[in-house]
């Protein structure tokens, strides 16, 4: 069932070419100047910037409302120098990001993409959105955002922003736009290797949509786990749960892959460690405070990592890549009095006591036999905890703020979780949004943006990401949408 926007008469002319191929496959089709595919932040950014240069625009959204994950995305947004921060002190700039980049993030500020972000988040995108209506809280210092607080919520959080964006995209003038729900992209029409518009489905069967430009804008791959484990071997057989959009599928990846797109930095895949297995079916993980108060180790009975998660990123990723994939926190009587949440919206909460029920925790009355128990080196596992119940008294090197020291028997281990959130690799495109094939090539006719190209151009950051990459999809979003436009009306 579609449902069209009041808007969607003027946004499709039916212009079917009598003369190629597709036309005699399929009498169903119709032509507009733009089409967009995914109706998420990235895709209502271009829609918006295509309809504005004068284009005539269809999105098509597969699901019944638009904003794909920033509709259950907090908001937090990266800047470099909004007034917000002027107004609290703050003193930020383009360079100060760069001068932070690399360590926050691990990226090479060589980089064009990140030289363009830095440049442009206030003018395309902080100044864009506030002239939308879009506000923000208050700046924050967010560790995976740099040492300068920079990064800010949006009031009303991921769905304000995009509210704004689909009023915007539907209202921009002098073009026409349209949101096409329930429809699903296919297939991406190629034409003597030129993409030439999209075939896609709703419960009508099938359709083709033939376009001047054709945007892809489907979001991240990481609900694909085979494509996870493939993109970051050291993963191997590890256990790994989910922290991104479920509609995160990797979908558009697939199809501009079968029309020759080639993908970068896929390996940079964004990990929380912030969690334990759900005590049951279908929660993905659940999350307590203890797991920061206490010291996790590794299949080597050794600490890795500041267990307070001063870079929440930075954390993840750590504990993704131990050996073998193993990390257990370790604990003593006082875990019995934790609590543990589900931690999506209205989310239940639940008692170590289900925890143990459940199966997923492991029990002794000594460390020596917790050690034992699960398959560690006693030596080993009794001089780390040592060492952390030392240091908890006087300065623990690997922690920003105090640890609980482990005292009281019995004494637990739970495996803490790979949370896999954020996809920082995608599909490669040029400075204009334009895909492109292995050999550097631009593929005629087809964008990209949002998640699927890594949040921007596929290389915007090193191996561990950023908080506030909300900031980049909305920059590569209208990128792709101002291009396309001028390409599809020029033609
Ligand atoms: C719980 C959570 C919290 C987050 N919090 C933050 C935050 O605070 N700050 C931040 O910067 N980022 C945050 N993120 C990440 C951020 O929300 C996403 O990276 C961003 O919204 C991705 O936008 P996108 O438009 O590229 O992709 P998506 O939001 O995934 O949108 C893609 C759209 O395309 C549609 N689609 C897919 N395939 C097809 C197809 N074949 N045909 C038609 N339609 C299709 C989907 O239904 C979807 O609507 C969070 C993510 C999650 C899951």
Redesign the pocket.
Known sequence: MWLWSPLLLSACVAQPDPGDDVADEDSDQEYVDVVV?????????AAGDAVAAGADVVV????AE?????????????FSGTPEQRAAGVIDSPAQLAAEWPGFTGGDVADPWFQFFAAQNIPMVYDYLASLGVRWLAPEREPSGGDTPRVQ?VEG??AALVAALLDAALDAGPGAATVRYG????ELLLEDGRVAGVR?SDDDGGHILRAGATIV????FLRDLDRVRAAVPALGDAPLTY???Q???G??LT?LEDVGATTQNLGAVGFYAHGFAAPVAGVDEVVSSIVAETPWVNADALRFCDEAGVNSLVVGRTRALQPAGLAWMVADQRVEDAIFADP?AGGAVYRFADMEDAGSVTRADSLVGLADALGLDGDTFLATLADYNAASETDDPWRSAPGIPLVEPPFYALPVTISV???FGGVDVDLQGRVLDSEGKVLPGVYA?????G?LGGSIVGEYGF???????VL??RVAGQYAAAEALSR
């Open positions: 595919i995914g109706a998420g932040a990235a895709g209502l950014a098509l959204e597969r699901e638009a904003g794909g994950a920033a509709n259950v995305a907090g908001g937090l947004m990266l919520p959080q991921g429809a699903q992209a296919d896609w804008a489907t979001g991240g922290a991104s959009w509609g995160a599928d979908n558009g199809m999506s959130a954020k996809a943006a949002g998640e699927l190209t949040m908080t506030g990459s909300l900031t980049a999809v590569g979003g």
